[in-house]
């Protein structure tokens, strides 16, 4: 049936067009689930029409059907009344409507085969999107948390900068802390080397303590010699 076909191939060609777009899940989910609610109105208008259409086959085989029996009926009276002339023109009119009856049957088989095709696959249609409803809730929960894993990611590209600018601040105070350490120590030697310098002096002075006898004569040899 070309209607089952051409359902077919749309609900085949959205799928397909929409895997090929697949770069955000949870808003090609959603345009995927819309995409088959616009292929279930569709199927539920054929299918309605294909119905329509067996329903009126069906009326028309019946209608047949019962126009064959009264033309039995009045055969059966026409002989019974000895009329065997209005009999002959009953049977021959009901011979016609076997003719179209079974035309009629094979229509409506057709319809009926159509109609059942139809209810199938707007039923198997309407059970795939519920069985997706469920699995579209089960997509953007994972995708929801695969973004807030991905959050996660950056804060910790963050935490892991931050990391390195701690390791470079802890390197600079190393760094300083050496430069102030040897300044430091270049003082203590400034310093050490001066009191050395100092302590020499009055070390020499205080190796020659004061002697009162050898001042005088000191004094004395300088007069005598008029110095």
Known sequence: MGILTRFKDIMASNINALLDKCE???????????????????????????????????????????????????????????????????????????????????????????????RQMHDKLVKDIQNLESRRAAIKATVKAAKAQERINKVGSSVTGANNSMEAFSKMEAKANKMLDEANAMAELNQTAENADIDNLAAKYDASPSNAEVDDELAALKAKMGL
Do not use: H, W
């Open 24 to 118: 955000d899940p949870e808003k090609m989910i959603d345009q995927y689930m819309r995409n088959l609610e616009s292929d279930l109105g569709k199927v539920k208008a054929e299918t309605a029409s294909v119905m329509a259409e067996e329903t009126r086959a069906k009326r028309e085989l019946n209608e047949c059907t019962e126009q064959i029996n009264k033309m039995q009926t009045y055969a059966e009276k026409a002989l019974m009344a000895g009329n065997e002339s209005d009999a002959r023109t009953f049977l021959e009119k009901k011979q016609s409507l076997v003719n179209t009856q079974t035309a009629l049957q094979q229509a409506y088989d057709i319809a009926k085969n159509n109609a059942d095709k139809m």
